[in-house]
């Protein structure tokens, strides 16, 4: 904090002003720190262009479709050719377009179930760990029977019981992933809640959600955005799972999971790779990417690894 300028002519309110500005700049200069710190992190920083494009790609998918994914040429498991770059599926529809399409079922499960379940995670890991006592017994047993379940077991008997559809998919990702995100956070916060900065917080009579969700939290953050990364690429993968096993999104909407159940034949898996490589290929292309990006984020955000 700067010093105040009481001399002649020096106003309070606008001393006031230029400390505020400063501290903006300080913290404008930790983000700009962050981001070159992720930016030499080469591979991180190819996976985050490798996202933007994907992410691009879809949100202008009708622009990029050369063809109408629902659309049933004459054409049937037909190679690929200058009419259709990466052939035709069994059914007569272009892969390319379907390929296209798929990305944002990927792009949806990814932030709408991380979105669900960081925030499930989050509250009941700052409560269970500010209140501590039977509320923080009560969460992390209530956590430990959710994490005793065989993860993707438990998914296809939901989803199976809801019918398969993206929402429901997205809707059970969400819900079951939280009790990673709730030990996370109870062990930022039980941490943080130490700290000389909470103490004066309590002192001053500030009340328990302020200083939980205004000044613990956003210390918190960190690793939550971290973690929160890794758990898009997971949730890709889940999706992917479901739909391979005909249990998520359900043709004729394009999936690049429900895209791969082709691949169960052994002559499509021989004879026609244009089938199932180039959907398997978004597959792992999209979650090594996110997987990158992760790494780069926790060498960034890491204090130990400041040069």
Known sequence: MAELNLSPGASPKGTLFRETVQELGKEESYVQMIAKRFMKHRIAAAGLVIMFLIVLMAVFAPLLAPDDPYHVSNTFSGAPSSEHWLGTDQVGRDVLSRLIYASRVSIIVGIGAVAIYVTIGTLLGAVSAYFGG?????????????MSFPYLMVILVIVSILSPSLANVTMVIGVLGWPSVARLVRGSVLSLKQMDFVKASISLGLSAPRILFLHIMPN????LLVHATFGMAQAIT???????LGMGVQPPTASWGNMLTE???????TSQPWLWVPAGSMIVLTVLSINFIGDGLRDAVDPKSIK
């Open 134 to 146: 039977w509320i923080d017994m009560l969460i992390m047993r209530i956590t430990d029977i959710f």
């Open 238 to 244: 889940v999706e992917a799972s479901l739909s391979y």
């Open 220 to 223: 918190a953050i960190a690793p």
């Open 263 to 269: 691949a169960q034949s052994l002559t499509v898996l």
